[in-house]
């Protein structure tokens, strides 16, 4: 249903911001929509997909499949969107193996140079918050967790909808983030004699 409401606006190819809102009717997101999106939108600087009503608060809402979309859809606009910004996407599934994987679906290996600063997920299933870590900065190397943290938290203020089951997931995306904050701390430099800065610094203090 969603790359089929969507499909008109595909052919609209300097897009800058997009943002699609669904509150009715069965929802697929899947990494061949947010694939789609990718490379029929080049240039966006922002992208925002929001299911208005899930199933988890809504008993009667049509089901909302997590499992369909990928870190396949990240490295999609790691490829194509070289502007993109600020996306937030509403599902993620993260299984352990797909965290290995360093190539695109045709099989060629990934440039990771992307500029992108901030992600938001608001319902991420990860079954390893330090693989998925290593991954996701691997493609996105330059996030800024702040900025990715301050970005979900704004999204998700005042809704209270499922205040228990929100609390899981925005568990699970805010501990990965702390976990990709440790892949971004560089190591201390080391001098040819093999003494790390720090040990210098701190040796001075002391005076050895």
């Not at 790359?3 to 911001?17: E, S, Y």
């Not at 691997?138 to 209270?160: A, E, K, Q």
């Not at 609390?167 to 560089?186: C, H, K, N, R, T």
Request: hydrophobic share 40%; charged share 20%.
């Amino acid at each position: 249903m969603l790359l089929t409401a969507a499909h008109p606006l595909l052919a609209l190819r300097h897009l800058t911001a997009v943002t699609l809102w669904f509150d009715h009717g069965e929802i697929m997101l899947s990494d061949m929509v947010l694939e789609s999106f990718a490379e029929a939108w080049p240039a966006p600087v922002s992208l925002r997909i929001c299911f208005g009503v899930l199933s988890h608060s809504d008993p009667s809402a049509p089901p909302v499949y997590l499992a369909t979309v990928t870190l396949r859809s990240f490295r999609a606009f790691a490829r194509h969107c070289s502007s993109l910004q600020s996306p937030h996407i509403p599902h993620l599934y993260v299984p352990v193996e797909d965290c290995a994987d360093d190539t695109y679906w045709d099989g060629s290996e990934y440039v990771r140079d992307h500029q992108l600063p901030s992600l938001a997920v608001c319902r991420a299933i990860i079954q390893d918050v330090r693989w998925c870590a290593s991954a996701l900065h691997r493609i996105f190397p330059h996030l800024d967790i702040g900025g990715s943290r301050d970005l979900y938290v704004r999204s998700h203020r005042g809704h209270n909808s499922d205040v228990r089951e929100d609390q899981v997931f925005s568990a699970i995306w805010l501990g990965m983030l702390d976990a990709l904050e440790g892949y971004q701390i560089p190591p201390p430099k080391s001098d040819a004699e093999g003494t790390s800065t720090f040990d210098g610094e701190q040796s001075e203090r002391s005076g050895i």
